[in-house]
């Protein structure tokens, strides 16, 4: 088939990989355009746009999917559209565009977590599981019918980065393989089942850690914003993000915020035990060890003050 390709982010090259090195045809890339990176804030392509480059894939750059992205893609004359974390919403006459309309490879079990941030979702809320699911899309958001999901146990201490890269490569190959089923004319997809919740875009203030809650639910959303937004606290007013942390395997006793320094292990009081924080990086310094960080500070040292 004749397809096109959506995306933007890192998780979404392994998809582009296996579809180019298929025997389908991959006529255009649809990508974000060149954003700011880094402190330099240097202009820099998107992680799909690279990989397309790479692969001699023409590519679009449009910050939305509109009139004129429309009209691009209708030129191509695509059999398929398939979209993975494009970052931007399809919507009419474009979903009518290609013959076979568009897909959708989401990373969970949907409907749980429809939206743009399924995976720190999940993470926050304590969840066992995920995965990723291929979907037909239609206008509503993460709506449509579901071809093909594949399950995905959450490894007790791995970050949202870890488990989206761990998806990106599952994902690929669901995609590819639902992809050959609707050429062949074996596909089938069926209505959602299941209770609705919603993922929607994490914003900064999203990492702020509340030590009043369990220590499991703190642990929880450290790693649900870890890499973004970035889980952080306050020190004496000021910044200070916190890089690592999780569930000791002995229990230490301390009032929510309150840091002690244990050997060489810094624990902060939660609102049933403490938890362990091992790595932090202070405002405007580099990371560092927790434990370096706390010799550092004079007097009382509470967290989230």
Do not use: C
Not at 68 to 92: F, H, K, M, N, S
Not at 195 to 216: F, V
């Amino acid at each position: 088939m004749r397809l096109v390709f959506a995306g933007t982010p890192e998780v979404a090259v392994p998809s582009l990989r296996l579809l180019a090195a298929s025997d389908h045809e991959i006529a255009a890339v649809i990508t974000r355009p060149d954003a700011p990176v880094g402190r330099k804030r240097t202009m820099t392509a998107s992680p799909v746009a690279r990989a397309a480059e790479g692969l001699g894939v023409p590519v679009v750059k449009a910050w939305k999917l509109d009139d004129e992205a429309t009209a691009q893609v209708d030129a191509l004359q695509p059999d398929l559209g398939v979209i993975v974390a494009y970052g931007g919403l399809v919507r009419e006459p474009l979903l009518s565009v290609p013959e076979h309309g568009w897909i959708n490879l989401h990373f969970s079990l949907l409907p749980r977590w429809r939206g743009a941030a399924p995976v720190q979702h999940a993470l926050i809320a304590g969840d066992g599981e995920t995965g990723a699911a291929v979907f037909r899309l239609v206008p509503e958001l993460d709506a449509g019918d579901i071809f093909e999901t594949r399950r995905y146990r959450i490894p007790a201490q791995a970050d949202a980065g870890a488990v989206l890269e761990d998806l990106a490569g599952l994902g690929a190959e669901l995609l590819r393989d639902v992809v050959a089923g609707i050429e062949d004319g074996t596909a089938r997809s069926a209505p959602q089942e299941g209770e609705i919740t919603l993922a929607p875009k994490l914003a900064g203030e999203d990492g702020r850690l509340d030590w009043s809650h369990s220590a499991e639910g703190v642990v929880d959303r450290a790693r649900g914003v870890t890499p973004e937004p970035g889980a952080f606290t306050t020190v004496a007013g000021d910044r200070v993000k916190i890089l690592e942390a999780r569930l000791p395997a002995e229990s230490v006793s301390l009032h929510p915020g309150e840091v002690a320094l244990r050997g060489r292990d810094v624990y902060v009081g939660t609102g049933t035990r403490a938890v362990l924080v091992s790595r932090v990086q202070p405002a405007g310094r580099q990371p560092m060890a927790a434990a370096d960080w706390w010799r550092g500070q004079r007097g009382d040292v509470r967290m989230g003050t």
